[in-house]
Nanobody, 129 residues
C-alpha cells in the first residue's frame, strides 16, 4: 500500500512560482518501486481532473500536458522518496487542487489516469491576477 502526502500549495500572484512536494511511503517497504510512475494532476472548480505532469521513477523520463510545458518541471529525489512539481510563471488558470498519484507505469512516463491507484489528499493552488 502506498501513501502520498502533498504539500506546498498556497495563494500567489500571476507570474510567481511555487514548488509542490509529494512524499511517498509504502507500508511494506521503505523504497519507492522503480516500476512506479508518479503523476501530478489538478482539478479546478467545475472541471474534470486533468493530468499535469508525470515521471517514470526508474529513468526519470517525464511527461507534461501542453498547458504547462516550459513552465512546470517534475522531478524526483529517490533518497527522500519525494516527487516535486516546480511551477513557474503561474497563471490564474493554474488555480486548482493539485494531487499526487502513483501508478504501476513500468517505465512509462505517460500513464492513463485510470491506471493511477494511489492518490494524495490534494493541495490547493490559487493564482490571483
Amino acid at each position: 500500500q502506498v501513501q502520498l502526502v502533498e504539500s506546498g500549495g498556497g495563494l500567489v500572484q500571476a507570474g510567481d512560482s511555487l514548488r509542490l512536494s509529494c512524499v511517498v511511503s509504502r507500508s511494506t517497504s521503505g523504497a519507492v518501486s522503480n516500476a512506479f510512475t508518479m503523476g501530478w494532476f489538478r482539478q479546478a472548480p467545475g472541471k474534470e481532473r486533468e493530468s499535469v505532469a508525470a515521471i517514470a521513477w526508474s529513468s526519470g523520463t517525464t511527461y507534461y500536458t501542453d498547458a504547462v510545458k516550459g513552465r512546470f518541471t517534475i522531478s524526483r529525489d529517490s533518497a527522500q522518496a519525494t516527487v516535486y512539481l516546480q511551477m513557474n510563471s503561474l497563471k490564474p488558470e493554474d488555480t486548482a487542487v493539485y494531487y499526487c498519484a502513483a501508478a504501476l507505469g513500468l517505465g512509462r512516463a505517460y500513464v492513463p489516469q485510470f491506471q493511477y491507484k494511489s492518490w494524495g489528499q490534494g493541495t490547493q493552488v490559487t493564482v490571483s491576477s
